[in-house]
């Protein structure tokens, strides 16, 4: 049986969250499955906040050198993540995309024939990149009745559309022209990936779970079948509502009591997403606070390993401050900590501001 520590901190230690590891960014990229990318940054101060030394330019040259990229993937929500694991991933997941095309979107399409769009909008972006709204204006000028957004949105959908640099790097604005992932990194070598891959790398970078967990990071259904499937490659535990919890048996389980540092999240982190019960980070009456503007996730900050406050950086007349708001009170030795985190925070993320400050607030 598993406590809730248990599973916390089993979570940190696969997170890279115990202590900074000294991967590269692309072995981090791709020992943590991919991070969630819904804007250029939050994969830059996710991969800082884990490895022990990383530099701007690290990812940077990742995704300018077509090594890594971003694109929707686990939920149909963009990901950074590995070529290979683009590659990988993509074709798994692709009924994924396809089901979170909204019903709004589809009765605008009525009538239309997907495939016949999909095939059309890979044609376009081959040849130079479009945005989103640049793609469907052109997809509707065959389709005069058609509505262009919808039409854009079922590319999106359809394709696996990459942004193309300079959108994507660090502090990019406006809005990101696509083409095709097999058009921007080529093809592949090696044999295609099955679900069984996908189920034990979600494993190795999340475990243990159970297969609602697994689902609901993924947006798969029916993973029960896989797991039977898998045998004697996991181990079943029990948490302490005597749920089964599936694992990679080498995965590690660190010691309930092992010190967790204080640690800043990125917005959108994936730990905040991956688990249909986030209750090993998170409590119920947290998450409420974390999760109260629909479609946004802050910055979320780690005090002995579970979510106790949200932060944002602001910025006036050149100062930088990186504004704490916790979700209840902080002992006095963890502010100290967490002032000295958010200043080596505020050092990577604001480098160009003329002054620093961490300042914790109960309201923005």
Known sequence: MLTRRDLNRALLARQLLLERSPLTALEAVEHLAGLPAQSPNPPYLGLWTRLREFRVDDLTDLLTSRAAVRLGLMQATPHLVSARDARAFRPLLQGVQERHLSAATRERLRGADLAEITAEARELVEQRPYTVKELGAALAGRRPDADPAALGAAARAGLPLVPVPPHGLWGAVGQPAYTTAEHWLGAGDGPPATVDDLVLRYLAAFGPATVRDIQAWSGLSGLREVVDRLGDRLVAYRDEEGA????????????????????????FDA???AF???????????????????GVVPGTVL???????????????GAATLVVRPLFQIPTKDVQE??????????????????HEVRFNSRW
């Not at 019960?277 to 629909?294: K, L």
């Not at 390993?305 to 944002?312: L, P, R």
């Open 303 to 317: 005090v002995d390993g579970f979510v106790q406050a949200i932060w944002a950086i602001t910025r006036k007349k």
């Open 338 to 355: 967490l002032t000295e985190e958010g200043e080596r925070l505020l050092a990577f993320a604001a480098a160009d501001a003329t002054r």
């Open 276 to 294: 249909d019960d986030t209750f090993r980070i998170m409590d119920d009456r947290d998450r409420r606070d974390v999760f109260a503007v629909p």
């Open 271 to 273: 730990m905040l997403h």
């Open 244 to 267: 089964e919890l599936l694992d990679l048996p080498d995965a590690p389980l660190p010691h309930p009591d092992t010190p967790a540092p204080a640690r800043y999240l990125a917005d």
